[in-house]
């Protein structure tokens, strides 16, 4: 069995897990998460931990294994403490701002980029930060990858849409050829 799908997942006590043949939904303090595994993948429930056990012992279902392990994981994780994604826009004249639902992001084009936030992902935004919450960590990366992708980071001097963590490698320009 793969290394990441042997090991048990802690369930915290705030956090409630039903599972019903290959439905997992997890439920807690932040809200609900629900997941159909892989009908080669078993959810078990042992006391204070989920197990993850494969109906046979090829490879693809032990690739499942960890798969679906750090997917439950993640649930876990999201309806206890929740997810956050901090990312910069940078750029003079570049600014993000947030009203209900919809991110406006001033990127250097001729008009406003509006950009519809999905249902369970919430944002924050100040001149050029923005902060992305959500329960489902999937969403979340999958709704920052969109919003990076209105403006990619720029080599030259940097300006762009993103990450927090993520450093930008510079290029010299045309003056270093000289």
Do not use: W
């Not at 690739?63 to 901090?86: W, Y």
């Not at 960590?137 to 993520?166: C, F």
């Amino acid at each position: 069995m793969s290394r990441i799908g042997s090991k048990p997942i802690p369930v915290p006590s705030a956090v409630k897990v039903d599972i019903k043949g290959t439905h997992v939904k997890v439920t807690g303090p932040k809200g609900t998460l629900e997941r159909d595994v892989r009908p080669e993948i078993a959810v078990v429930a042992d006391g204070d931990f989920l197990l993850i056990k494969c109906k046979d012992d090829s490879k693809r279902t032990d690739a499942f294994s960890g798969l679906f392990r750090s997917l439950i994981d993640n649930m876990v994780v999201g309806v206890e403490q929740g997810f956050q994604k901090k990312m910069i826009v940078e750029g003079v004249g570049y600014k993000a701002s947030v009203a209900g639902s919809t991110l406006t992001l001033n990127v250097g084009y001729s008009n406003p980029v509006e950009f519809g936030l999905p249902k369970g992902v919430t944002a924050t935004a100040d001149k050029s930060d923005i902060t992305l919450d959500s329960i489902d960590k999937e969403l979340l990366g999958q709704t920052a990858a969109k919003i990076r992708s209105i403006r990619k980071p720029e080599p030259y001097k940097g300006k762009g849409i993103r990450y927090a963590d993520e450093h930008i490698v510079r290029k010299a320009g045309k003056s270093a050829a000289k």
